[in-house]
């Protein structure tokens, strides 16, 4: 048995975060039933590419889920979704604030039909505060919420991240919200309200960028490849490409200089510990890019690998795919003819299940009307 053999999860969410959730709870086990409007998920139009009709951004968050199609402003649709809720452990939602009433599946709603539903609800901004009815957005939150401001080029226009990283950390915030309000639940018998929001989120993602600007008051700065507190700990240029090098100790440090022949470098005072590496960084980084740019590539891996410091090449998203380790742990997976990453949830006893390949709209339909009809739950 996987570990959420049993739960069953009512998504009624589109696009990332909440399907993103959803398809996390399904490979841990849970049956999740995706209720679309009968135009789909808008994810399953973003595309090229498709295959066979499947956008692949709508294969990445949607594996493992059965889908019916319901128009939920129809009178007909409400015993069907009244029977999803009343069967359901888990619904999640991520409709602009007020729109889950105005369709009658808001949480004080859903607990009339079900007291012990666990009701996830994600948003952009949350359900309260001043900007609870601005739709929400990764690339907008990414923007509002401090990320952008600290990521892309010193001198250059300030960048979002290569993914979807606020949705995808709301989906995954979402989840483990769910998973702890499933333990309280098999302790009290209570259902209980979530709720998740991006701009929340993406705050808490700032990590030790905000916790400097709480210790002293100033602005973060955009550094681009570097780290605010940590050097040298940046991408550097070997003779016929780049490079990540990692030096996040003082061990590490010294190992460094002792692989470049370089104990200058370990006894000058600019450089003796971590705080005067990044006042002195200038002047370091500068010294330690001349030397990178003499040597290859495969030098300064061989190199530093044998030292045991951390360095990784630059890789592309299909060398990324290709990779030796992605091979090695499973990480490429195919369901039907549907290529896709993995979970990195890698659990001993109760593994997570690959059963299903991302659905057809409304391709569940009749199994999911057929289930509800032998439980009594619509005629």
Known sequence: ???????????????????WCGMTLADLGADVIKVEPPTGDDTRG??????????????????????????????????????????????IENYRTGGAESLGVDYATAKKINPGIIYCSISGYGRTGPDAYKPGYDF???????????????????????????????????TMAILAALIHRMRTGEGQALEISLFETQLQLLANSASGVLFNGKEAKRLGNQHPNIVPY???????????????SESLWRDCCTALEKPELLHDARYIDNAARVVNRETLIAEMQILFESRTLSHW????????????PINSVKQAIEHPVTVARNMKIEIGNVS??????????TPVDYRLPPPKLDADRAMILDELRQQGLIT
């Open 301 to 312: 891996q061989t190199l530093f690998e044998k030292a045991g410091i951390p360095i990784a």
């Open 1 to 19: 048995m996987s570990a959420l053999s049993g739960i069953k999860v009512l998504e009624l969410a589109r696009v990332l975060a909440g399907p």
């Open 46 to 91: 973003w595309g090229p590419p498709f295959r066979d009709g499947l956008s692949a951004y709508f294969a990445c968050c949607n594996r493992n889920k059965r889908s019916i199609a319901l128009d939920l402003r129809l009178p007909e649709s409400r015993p069907v979704i009244e029977a999803l809720i009343k069967q359901s452990d888990i619904l």
């Open 234 to 248: 940046q991408v550097f240029a070997a003779s016929d490409g780049h490079f990540v090098l990692a030096v996040a």
């Open 340 to 349: 896709m990453i993995g979970s990195p949830l890698k659990l001993g006893q």
């Open 140 to 174: 907008a939150i990414q923007a509002e919420a401090g990320l952008m401001s600290i990521t892309g080029p010193v001198d250059d226009l300030p960048y979002r991240t290569g993914t979807a990283i606020t949705d995808i950390a709301s989906g995954q915030n979402a």
